[in-house]
């Protein structure tokens, strides 16, 4: 069911709905169960009654400790990127558990597929980078093997694991929203937490996103002392950047409307419509929960809102919302923009450390090292 405003409201009700869940204090004892619960499975793992190894490729994981909504996507595409500019001879693959795929075990994405076969995330990641070998598995160790034994890649990049205890990363990378600090969070159901917030000690770099501007010293400081970290651990901060607007089919860049309809099905709903907001006019937001499978039916309450609200020229989604739309068979006329976002990185010298950090990591775990 989608959580649903118009602009007649001078407060969004996606931001009234998100605010009184924060804290569902009638959770409390559910909440502590799985605490508990969480910290015997790491206890178990911390005392070696089980046990973590390296894959049989380096692995660099991105993760978090929430329940979604700190950009590991739009991370996992930047590093991506950077991690292959600096180092063209490396082969890298992505791996990702596949979160609301209706498949099991490892399959390869295939970037025409759908997202019941692969996952949303993943299949925008394999139409983003169409020569990396882009894969899906719940179990990390497997699927790391299932790549090397293809000759797919050098290393692999987790989308997510960081909770997989069963992998030993060469590298791990942990993101924390700022606009929701895990130090100031609940387990769920209570809240977001699905991990302990100490446990960001076990990783080699934090990165702090959804960063509006520049943080200074002073901040990074305060944050450092806030989660807790080791003088040894990387930290790093982001933002996010509007890319531009694309037709869903044709993937060619289009002209902003005066006024839109937004569509969602993702954690943070409010940035998305703020991030319209700076660039057309929001008429009405149909927001719905995250991976929220969408249904003909809905697609004709969007194009029925589209054609009720004066000056409405086009619905716009998110990139992970298309990667599911793409398999529908939507109305006729209906145009359907896509909202495209990069990730800003506010201190390239950092970035350029944590490039690196991985590299040295990743050449000290592959086969041929010596180490």
């Given at each position: ?6 602009n007649k409201s001078p407060?969004s ?8 869940l924060?804290d ?6 559910a909440a502590?169960l799985f605490k508990?619960?969480v910290?015997l ?5 911390d005392?070696?009654?089980k046990r973590a190894?390296?894959g049989?490729?380096p692995a660099?994981v991105l ?15 930047s590093l991506?990127q950077a ?5 063209p ?5 992505i791996?990702?558990?596949?979160y609301g795929?209706?498949?099991k075990?490892?399959l390869?994405v295939?970037?025409?597929?759908s997202?019941e076969e692969f996952?949303?995330?993943?299949l925008e990641l394999?139409?983003r ?5 882009v894969a899906?598995?719940?179990d ?5 093997a299932a790549i090397?034994a293809?000759?797919?890649?050098d290393?692999?990049?987790l989308?997510?694991g960081?909770?997989h205890?069963r992998?030993?990363p060469?590298?791990s990378?942990v993101?924390v929203d700022m ?6 969070d609940?387990?769920?159901?209570r ?11 076990a990783?080699?770099a934090?990165?702090?996103t959804r960063?509006?501007?520049?943080l200074t010293?002073g901040?990074?400081?305060?944050w450092?002392?806030?989660l807790?970290?080791r003088?040894e651990?990387?930290?790093l901060?982001t933002?996010t950047m509007?890319?531009g ?5 044709t993937k060619?860049?289009s ?13 943070h709903?409010a940035?998305?419509e ?15 929960a ?5 249904t ?6 969007w194009?029925?809102?589209?054609e009720?609200?004066?000056?409405a020229?086009a619905?716009?989604?998110?990139e ?7 398999a ?6 209906l145009?359907?923009l896509?909202?495209?976002m990069?990730?800003?990185?506010w ?5 350029r ?5 991985i590299?040295k990591?990743?050449?000290?775990s ?6």
């Amino acid at each position: 069911m989608a959580t649903y405003r118009t602009n007649k409201s001078p407060q969004s009700s996606i931001d009234t709905v998100r605010l009184s869940l924060r804290d569902r204090w009638w959770w409390a004892p559910a909440a502590a169960l799985f605490k508990a619960a969480v910290r015997l499975r790491h206890r178990a793992f911390d005392v070696g009654l089980k046990r973590a190894k390296p894959g049989s490729l380096p692995a660099v994981v991105l993760g978090n400790i929430t329940v979604g909504g700190t950009g590991k996507t739009p991370h996992v595409m930047s590093l991506m990127q950077a991690l292959s500019a600096a180092h063209p001879d490396r082969k890298w693959a992505i791996l990702s558990r596949g979160y609301g795929r209706k498949t099991k075990g490892y399959l390869t994405v295939d970037r025409e597929g759908s997202a019941e076969e692969f996952g949303d995330e993943p299949l925008e990641l394999a139409r983003r980078f169409p020569k990396a070998t882009v894969a899906v598995c719940e179990d990390r160790l497997a699927g790391i093997a299932a790549i090397q034994a293809a000759g797919k890649a050098d290393a692999v990049l987790l989308d997510d694991g960081f909770q997989h205890r069963r992998l030993k990363p060469a590298f791990s990378i942990v993101l924390v929203d700022m606009t929701q600090p895990v130090d100031r969070d609940y387990f769920l159901p209570r809240g977001r937490l699905r991990d302990l917030p100490e446990r960001l000690t076990a990783a080699d770099a934090i990165i702090i996103t959804r960063c509006p501007d520049v943080l200074t010293k002073g901040d990074l400081r305060l944050w450092r002392h806030r989660l807790n970290l080791r003088p040894e651990q990387m930290l790093l901060h982001t933002g996010t950047m509007v890319e531009g607007i694309r037709d869903l089919h044709t993937k060619r860049f289009s002209a902003w409307p005066r006024k839109c309809i937004a569509v969602s099905g993702i954690a943070h709903p409010a940035q998305f419509e703020s991030s319209l907001s700076r660039n057309c006019g929001v008429a009405r937001h149909f927001a719905y929960a995250d991976h929220h499978p969408f249904t003909p039916e809905e697609a004709l309450q969007w194009q029925k809102a589209l054609e009720e609200e004066a000056g409405a020229e086009a619905i716009i989604t998110t990139e992970k919302d298309a990667a599911r739309m793409r398999a529908m068979v939507l109305p006729e006329n209906l145009t359907v923009l896509v909202l495209g976002m990069q990730v800003k990185w506010w201190d390239e010298d950092a970035l350029r450390g944590l490039l690196t950090s991985i590299d040295k990591r990743v050449e000290s775990s592959g086969p041929d090292s010596d180490i």
